[in-house]
């Protein structure tokens, strides 16, 4: 059974795969064999040239002139600014970089200090929270002993009482 399940998929893959290539080449082919084969008068009539009164194509000098003037060479070159950065030798561009990284790394541990000690600011606020809850729990807990102690010993005297009255002739309810 397994045998023939594997022939039926290798038969499946062969399949499809002869499929899959017909319908990648086969336009292509379909196109290069009709053009390779004409049937019929082998001189075919040459087309004739368009004619049509279109404008020639705008140039890039007539839409904006101003464009063709700018050079990359130039570029900032009236701009005092740039002027002063680009001359700027590399060592001193890495240090102002490195000015720049220690400025923003002090901003962050700046902005961790302060995020730690709002962090520990309200676990201590949770802390103190938590120990006048578990305060709390155990003045019931002492309150919920006492009480049971009285309890029992209430039951203890009412059936004391009980039994007396028994003795005594007292029927109950």
């Known amino acids: 059974m397994p045998r ?11 399949l ?15 196109w290069k064999f009709k053009k390779g084969l004409r049937l019929g008068p082998t001189s075919s009539p040459a087309c004739t040239p368009c004619l ?8 890039l000098l007539k839409i904006a002139p101003g464009l063709a003037n700018l050079s990359v060479t130039d570029c900032g070159g009236d701009d005092p600014d740039l002027k002063e950065e680009m001359e700027k ?4 561009l890495l240090t102002e970089e490195m000015k720049l990284q220690e400025t ?5 541990a700046h902005h961790m200090n302060i995020t730690f000690a709002e962090a ?14 578990n305060a709390a729990t155990e003045t019931c807990e002492q309150a919920r002993e006492r ?22 002739g007292w029927q109950g309810e």
């Open 4 to 14: 023939r399940s594997g022939r039926c998929l290798r038969g499946c893959l062969v």
């Open 16 to 30: 499809f795969a002869v499929v899959s290539a017909v319908c990648v080449c086969g336009p292509a082919l379909y």
């Open 52 to 59: 049509c009164d279109c404008p020639p194509p705008l140039s």
């Open 89 to 92: 030798q590399f060592v001193d």
């Open 104 to 108: 923003v790394n002090e901003e962050h």
């Open 120 to 133: 520990r600011r309200v676990a201590s606020q949770y802390q103190r929270e938590a120990e006048k809850c």
């Open 147 to 168: 009480s049971e102690a009285l309890l029992i010993k209430e039951k203890k005297v009412t059936s004391l009482w009980e039994r007396r009255a028994r003795q005594m």
